[in-house]
């Protein structure tokens, strides 16, 4: 019962502690300390409780009961020049820290079959402006939170074949805020921008599968599969200033009336490998690579009743990471890490807006890891240089035309991120 009752407190603390981050696109990749410090080079060694997120089919590798838990404190930074009249204008994203929690349960049922339970976040972003910057009528504060709950199965087929399979229900909290261009009908000569707010919670539900094949005691291959998940997401907009005689500067803006909103958000799937190799018992390596559906993310369309849709173009493009990492214990109670990570771009940049200012990245990753007694404490610190991404070609509203902006680019985006994780063995 004890065992139990941890388990439901570091869910409790996950689900009401939900994550924001930046990755390429918005998927996040920041599981545990030890999967953090290793680029996610867990998919091939899967072989503590985070593998639930990584690749469940590896949990076969631990008897008895095993949790984890932890955080990671995400600090984002970065600008975006934007060229309008023929003037340059140099905006930074507010400092902000971003907290994202984990946690992992998995217990031995026999000698085949084990249970796990995991809590964490596969997607994530956030990005917030000053209120009169230059790219307020396309968003000065948006925020997309997930947090998904996964019961996983995994059997062990025999020494070599594990497999796993998990149902995955995931809950989004999205917000945005920005600023529509007004004329009030009985003072047309004095229009200002009317702040706009949109909130909005849904559900959705995928599938985990997972592979884990131990081919001897140096050479390990893992496999895995997160399903695309559909949100729909319901909510409410407000604005500032309301009223129906606030009538927007055209007729492709809103009319200042608070009212219900929706909207369809598609997240991809993604599919993993990672072969590890462990030419001695405290030295391994792991190659891998992820590659996300991103095609999936075609647009972003919120409808309002009050007759209003805002249709947002993405059509983005498959994105790949590859990664590479190391593991070495100079001795029996402590461990060493590093990893480094390329991700390419997945943005369309005729269709890019100022939510997300990232074209692709870098990760170059560092970690250690202690045990004693049944106890493992994990930390890890990453770094991320992130591309810039160009606006000179696109379509976006708020941007280009009625906001006067005719170009620009992001620029020094980067970010630090520092993780922690506590395990424990029954």
């Known amino acids: 019962m004890k065992v ?23 998927a996040l990749n920041e599981w545990s300390a030890r999967g953090l410090s290793l680029a996610g080079g867990m998919v091939g060694r899967a072989d503590d409780v985070s593998a639930i997120a990584y690749n469940a089919a590896g949990i076969t590798q631990l008897p008895g009961t095993h949790l984890m838990g932890g955080f990671a404190l995400i600090s984002p930074a970065g600008g ?12 930074y994203t507010k400092p902000a820290l ?13 000698d085949n079959a084990w249970i796990g339970l995991g ?9 917030s402006y000053a209120g009169d910057w230059a790219g307020k009528s396309n968003v000065y504060d948006i925020g997309v939170q997930t947090i998904s709950f996964v019961p996983t199965l995994a059997i062990k087929f025999n020494d070599t074949f594990s497999a796993s399979v998990g149902v995955e229900a995931m809950n989004a909290h999205m917000y945005m805020g920005n600023k529509i261009y007004t004329v009030p009908p009985s003072n047309p000569g004095s229009p200002f921008y009317n702040d706009m707010q ?61 009212c219900s909103a929706n909207t369809v958000l598609q997240l991809p799937d993604s599919a993993a490998l990672g072969v590890a190799y462990k030419p001695l018992d405290n030295l391994s390596f792991e190659l891998g690579a992820v590659w996300t559906r991103w095609s999936t993310y075609n647009a972003l369309n919120i409808y309002m009743d009050n007759g209003y ?37 997945v943005v369309n940049e005729r269709h890019a807006d100022f939510m997300i200012p990232t074209n692709g990245r ?16 994990d930390l890890a610190y990453a770094h991320l240089w992130i591309n810039s991404l160009d ?3 696109t379509d976006a509203a708020g941007i280009s035309g009625s906001a006067g902006i005719t170009g620009g680019n992001s620029k020094d985006v980067s970010a630090n991120i520092y993780m922690l994780s506590v395990g424990y063995t029954f």
């Open 309 to 345: 849709s805002s249709i947002n173009n993405k059509e983005w493009r498959d994105g790949w990471n590859f990664n590479a990492s190391v593991e070495y214990k100079p001795l029996d109670w402590w461990a060493l890490r590093a990893g480094f990570a390329y991700e390419t771009p």
């Open 80 to 91: 975006i020049t934007t060229q309008s009249g023929g003037r340059e204008t140099d905006t």
């Open 98 to 110: 971003w907290n994202a929690p984990h946690a992992y349960a998995s217990h031995q049922l026999s």
């Open 198 to 258: 949109l909130e909005g919670n849904g559900w959705g539900y995928g599938a985990h599968l997972g592979l884990h094949m131990r081919l001897n005691d140096q050479w390990s291959v893992g496999l895995s599969y997160k399903s695309q998940v559909t949100m729909n997401i319901n909510g409410d907009v407000e604005f500032a200033n309301n009223g129906g005689n606030l009538a927007a500067r055209t007729l492709h803006l809103p009319q200042a009336v608070d």
């Open 391 to 393: 606006y000179g070609t």
């Open 362 to 377: 870098q990760m170059l990753s560092l970690g250690t890891g202690f045990n004693w007694d049944n106890w493992t404490v």
């Open 4 to 26: 139990f009752r941890a388990v439901w407190l570091a869910l409790a603390l996950v689900a009401c502690c939900a994550p924001v981050a930046w990755g390429e696109g918005f």
């Open 119 to 127: 809590v964490f976040s596969r997607f994530g972003l956030g990005n």
